[in-house]
């Protein structure tokens, strides 16, 4: 399930004609202040007409520009500033438009009052009428208030209903379980930095012994993203049916995913053409990190990168790609930045180094352990829930 949205954070995810129905809502719940004010003064008399006014509609504001300036503090500290002040010279105001203030009588222990027929009227008439337009602004605030969550919820509701369904259908595009074979193995993880990821990985199995395995990178993260990354799977699985040939199929690729993408987002991009047959690999990479291959000889760890755009960043471009001898034991790494982009409390990055250096030392008897390892290790570092990127790990192991 998406996190929950605190009660004073929702108001951010809110549109703006809500935002100012929440406003409006904010601005009657507190304006009730202001006649509450006046019937809790120590005085007799109840205020003027206009001292109620003012004092209500100064209530409402103060509270109101809170919603609308809280992500301008200057401009919202200035205009509380300005409210205040009106409150304090609330009496100077009156006798300048009245050309008099009402006079208070403060009832102590020392003083007795003698109350004019008005006076007495005034009492018994204002007072039941102040506490009646505190009644009906509470009222009419707390209907609006409702109103607005109501709405509100209604939409989190149906938005965390489409979120799940797309989560659900990314779920559904990764490989149910590790494939294996009588000649190799492969698993991956990934872990979206939100409800919906960008990343994607797969295993297609061709034949016996060809097998091809994909990673992606769609720039950003979220819904947009996580659509990006279906249409690709799509485009991948489209174009394995017209060519076998890498480098045509990484153009192919490229043109398909262009043609659907807004242009300001792509798609880094790793591929390997795994052949048991004659135990070797063909890889092409897109802007992506670095394939790393483990030799079991030796335990060294070779790059393997090809230099070529991205996907979708260009119409039309060519493809290079590169072959790599593989012997029993040995074993390709591929990923996405967010595991070498991951960062501790220091804002240091976990990095290739580090994920070398863990390569190196772990010596893991699955494609599914050594992924779930390096998963593990990444987030020990980072002592973090989330990741602040979409975080892929896919590992084949050549069995022995």
Known sequence: MPPKISPMKLWKTMERKDVLRLTVAVFFLFGTIGPLSMLMDSSILPGSWFRLIYLTIL????????????????????????????????????????????????????????????????????????????????????????????????????????????????????????????????????????????????????????????????????????????????ALHTELHHTTSLSELMANLNSAVYDVTDKKMFVSFACLFLDGKN????????????????????????????PNLALAVQASTKYEETTVRLEGGDALVLYTDGITEATNNEREQFGMDRLKELLADTERPSAEALSNSILASVRAFTVKKEFNDDATIVVVKIKS
């Not at 009156?94 to 208070?104: P, S, Y």
């Not at 797309?166 to 979206?192: D, F, H």
């Not at 079991?296 to 760890?301: A, F």
Request: net charge neutral.
């Open 59 to 234: 209530c409402g504001l103060f509270s109101a520009s809170i919603i609308l300036l809280i992500q301008k503090p200057l401009r919202l500290i200035v205009v509380l500033i300005v409210i205040m002040g009106a409150m304090i010279v609330v009496e100077p105001v009156e006798t300048l438009i009245l050309g008099r203030a009402e006079h208070e009588m403060v009832l102590t222990p020392d003083h007795l009052f003698t109350l004019t027929q008005g006076e007495l009227s005034r009492i018994e008439v204002r007072r039941p009428l102040y506490g009646a337009i505190a009644c009906i602004l509470l009222a009419t605030g707390y209907g609006l208030f409702i109103q607005v969550i109501t709405t509100e919820s209604r939409k989190r509701t149906r938005l965390e209903t489409e979120i799940a369904v797309a989560r659900n259908i990314q779920k559904s595009l990764q490989p149910a379980a590790p494939y294996k074979t009588g000649w190799c193995e492969a698993a991956g993880v990934t872990v979206p930095a939100t409800e919906v990821g960008g990343d994607y990985f797969d295993v297609i199995p061709l034949s016996d012994d060809k097998v091809v395995v994909a990673i992606a990178d769609v720039s950003g993260h979220g819904t947009g993203a996580g659509i990006l990354s279906a249409m690709t799977k799509s």
């Open 279 to 306: 135990s070797s690999a063909r890889i092409s990479t897109a802007g992506h990190p670095p394939v790393l291959l483990i030799h079991k000889s030796d335990r060294r760890i070779e790059e393997i990168r090809t």
